[in-house]
């Protein structure tokens, strides 16, 4: 769905008239093309020890570049970055990564933080800030906890502060996870990328030194096969788009009444159709038939398909309310069920399920839809823990206010502020939600186990 307002004051005269009345103006979001640069300018890195010197040597090197020794040469290949270690005057940077590993008091904050600060007026448009930092646990000395959860609370309110389609996000790394981990440099990089325009305001945890760097970051599932359920229209049809120019094979599942728009989405992604109902009893045993049959194996499933029934509880029918946990939170757990039992799903598998924010702060009139994708947000969680004997991840996107159908069902005034709440100042597109998708599915991902990312500009719905 188009938002008029966006491109309205994005352009010629209104662009002027709408800045003279101080009227919010979004900005057209840096949103990734293949080939293009990660950046579209210098970083610069800010931070003292052998974690910011690395990362500055990441961000540098050129493809082809020759690590140094001891490092992975995977880690080090092809950013080719014009990186800065102190902020030089009038330089107007594309990102700023904050290496925040070493902080054990709150003013080890200071330096790095007002370094930062002096260079955020020259942010340039679309610009990215990245932290890196440990989380925040109880055996913690009371100093060091609080510290790193400083960070946090630094991170979340900076986000809020930055404009013209500038993020702020964060990789928070376990203890013992060296920062050059496949996870850590895959998280940073998509951080300081394009494929992350619309997430904005959140701390990813890397929970482990899992993972394989590609060897192509256009083509990061080049070889794997990938199953997207609703994958229709909207957001599924948008996953099966990113993940098939990411190289991935990919059967798109959906309902026999869809069948027609279900046909157009594999030619166009030159996969496969399989029309199913997900609550079937089978469901999970036909998909896994039909990717054996048809591509020879299984590595991704997307747990997209779902619907709502919204209504206040005290009007809630029976129906309505099975209806949706049924669709939601049933159909994912049988699927995995028939995907962790088979013996075909064990060699590195990625399971991604489409929460939502409503499932994290509620909404009013969807207590059916909140705790279905709650309990989606929790069974991640349990059942990452089950696939990493094998290698694999669970792992869960919640998107906000998302440019679909759903959403422009609602009252045109309602829909407008709604909009404008969060930190971008406008609604995220079905592709946003698929970037970060793409990103969990991707064998450079598996150490992040049982995480939810958020997709929604830094705005709740519902909150």
């Known amino acids: 769905m188009t938002d008029r307002y966006l491109e309205l004051v994005n352009s010629g005269l209104t662009q002027k008239l709408a800045q003279q009345l101080g009227l919010p103006r ?4 840096r949103r990734h093309r293949p080939g293009r640069p990660l950046l579209d300018g210098p970083a610069l890195v800010l931070g003292t020890g052998p974690d910011a010197d690395l990362v500055a040597r990441l961000l540098s090197s050129p493809a082809g570049g020759a690590p140094t020794t001891g490092e992975t040469p995977a880690v080090l290949d092809g950013w080719d970055v014009e990186v800065h270690r102190h902020a030089t005057p009038d330089v107007r940077y594309a990102a700023v990564v904050l290496v925040l590993t070493g902080v054990e008091h709150p003013d080890d904050l200071t330096a790095p933080v007002l370094a930062a600060a002096s260079t955020l007026k020259r942010l340039r448009p679309g610009g990215r800030v990245v932290t890196l930092s440990h989380p925040a646990l109880d055996s913690d000395a009371p100093a060091v906890a609080a510290a790193r959860q400083g960070v946090d609370g630094f991170l979340r309110s900076l986000a809020k502060e930055l404009r013209q ?7 928070v790394v376990a203890p013992g996870v060296p920062v050059s981990a496949p996870s850590v440099v895959a998280a940073l990089r998509f951080f300081l990328s394009a494929r992350s325009a619309f997430v904005d305001g959140q701390l990813l945890e890397v929970d482990s030194a899992a993972g394989e760097l590609p060897t192509d970051w256009e083509k990061p599932l080049a070889g794997k096969v990938a199953v997207v359920t609703g994958a229709a229209r909207g957001i599924g049809a948008a996953i099966a788009d990113v993940l098939a120019r990411d190289g991935a094979s990919v059967v798109a599942v959906d309902v026999p009444a869809a069948g027609e728009q279900l046909a157009q989405v594999a030619n166009r992604v030159r996969g496969t159709a399989l029309q199913l109902d997900v609550t079937a009893p089978d469901a999970g045993d036909r998909i896994i038939a039909h990717a054996k049959a048809r591509h020879g194996r299984l590595d991704v499933v997307v747990h997209n398909a779902g619907i709502t029934r919204d209504k206040l509880l005290a009007n809630m029918s029976d129906d309505r309310w099975a209806s949706v946990l049924a669709v939601n ?4 757990l049988r699927i995995n069920e028939a995907l962790l039992t088979s013996g075909d799903f064990a060699d590195e598998p990625r399971i991604v399920s489409l929460a939502s924010t409503s499932g994290i702060a509620g909404n009013r009139g969807q207590t059916n839809y909140a705790a279905s994708k709650g309990g989606v947000i929790g069974m991640v969680r349990a059942t990452a823990p089950l696939l990493a004997p094998f290698g694999g991840t ?5 998107p906000g206010f998302i440019e679909t159908e759903m959403t422009a069902r609602i009252p045109a005034v309602t829909r407008q502020v709604a909009r ?5 100042q406008q609604g995220g597109q079905p592709v946003d939600v698929a970037e970060a998708i793409a990103f969990l599915a991707s064998p450079a991902a598996g150490g992040i186990l049982g995480r939810t990312l958020r997709v929604c500009g830094q705005n709740m719905v519902g909150r």
């Not at 979004?26 to 979001?29: E, I, K, S, T």
């Not at 404008?420 to 971008?424: A, C, D, G, Q």
């Open 26 to 29: 979004p900005a057209v979001l």
């Open 165 to 171: 389609g500038a993020t702020g996000n964060g990789v």
């Open 329 to 332: 939170i049933a159909a994912q």
């Open 394 to 398: 669970a792992n869960a996107v919640a």
């Open 420 to 424: 404008r709440l969060n930190s971008l």
